[in-house]
């Protein structure tokens, strides 16, 4: 059966097959392939999923910050269901970078948590995406609403720089970046955890394309079952219950 037949009898499109085919490939090379680190244990084996998601998790919400711009400029639903979908999205991911995060601070940092500076702008990201998300639920869908959400996507991006560079720019406990290094990219890492690292960065990232073309469809289905019942809501009063 070739990958078309395995997503069809799925039920998932070939796009999320090859989504599920990475994860799996990523945990092989993550927890198995890529050697134990010395100092760390396997405990550092975290990392590959870690960065992965920190990744994700700021770079969907400079995609909520340009869709939110792009929104203010045309007005476009289109590009409001972007930042919608982008937010939800790379909030799974953030929470997942402050679940994991932790689990490596303890055995390494003798600490769940500590106010580092890249954990304290990590922290206040997380929080930006509980207050978009709260006001996407319970505001209402009134364009005054949507404004003021654009405006929270387009502030929310000044925190990822300072999320990014916070271990260059202040001391903190959290380790310097052994991806980015004045010796080239991924210098500072052996090369079977560079690539254990570049297959998680890539598989999380198509992940999240995935996850969010989905996200899209379904609030795309939201509008046309929403313009369907006004529709029948004006040709027949009363008619619909809902």
Known sequence: MNMAGIAARLRITPFGLICLVGLVATLYLSLIWAPRERVMGDVQRIMYFHVASAWIAEFAFVLVGVSSVIYLWLRERKWDIVAYSAAEVGFVFCCFVMITGPIWGKPVWGTWWTWDPRLTFSMILWLIYVAYLMLRVYGDDLPQVKTFLAVLGILGTIDIPFIHFATLWWRGLHPDSL???????????????????????VVFTLLFFYLMSRRMALERLRDETEALRERVEHRHPGSVGI
């Open 179 to 201: 991806v980015m290094t004045e010796e080239g990219l991924g210098a500072g890492m052996e090369v079977n955890m560079r690539i254990a690292l570049g297959v998680s960065a």
